[in-house]
């Protein structure tokens, strides 16, 4: 009664030692993976779109490696995506868990999805939004719209003889431009969230010294 079953590990103990340190990094090379193969998504997607990948031969020791700039930049985001993310999960992770075991397994892998979440969805949407405004079906669900509601067909038509300049800018400019806005913009939601955090932890402490008097 009250005991937990363990599971018994059978192979070397040197093994058993790697797992036990790289455990808890788990989450985070899962999230560093996805955020990789988003930027590399993006990157294989401008370069279909005519981006020229221009590339710069470094020497490492006698030899000579190509190395891409544009690639770089998206890698480094995805680096950004990774400290955001880790600094916020921190944070969120085991504040106010319950002390039963089951209930702090289950949250924590609730949270970290969460996180992961709050970091990628906006990250990934304002990665892609300007392509998607331009794409032909949004185009023509926006006129669909425009047709059905007259009174918004004037703002579709001046959003996109706005946005028509922004458009025709090229592809590297494309490039640098959503990878800023998307990093900005990952940037307010995280901060907003841990500014959420401490007031919520803020909050708390104040009750609890409320009650205590």
Known sequence: MGTEDKIVFHGPRWLYGFWQSTRA??????????????????????ISRGMLDKQVQLQLGGWLTPFSI????????AVLLV?????????????????????????????????????????TILLFLPYILESTWWVGLANGVGNSVPSLRGSIDGFYSWSYGLSRMDAPTKFIASQLIASFGTIV?????????????????????????
């Open 70 to 77: 544009t690639l770089a930049l998206a890698l480094g985001n």
């Open 83 to 123: 400290s955001l993310w880790q600094s916020l999960f921190e944070r969120i992770a085991y504040a106010g868990l319950s002390s039963d075991r089951r209930v702090r397994r289950i949250m924590y892998l609730l949270r970290m999805i969460r996180t992961s979440a709050l970091i990628l969805a906006p990250f």
């Open 25 to 46: 990094r788990i989450p985070l090379l899962g999230f560093a993976l996805v955020s990789a193969l988003i930027e590399l998504f993006y990157f294989d997607f401008m």
């Open 189 to 213: 939601v995280a901060g907003l969230q841990l500014w959420r955090v401490q007031s919520a932890r803020g909050l708390t402490k104040i009750v609890q010294r409320r009650r205590l008097r």
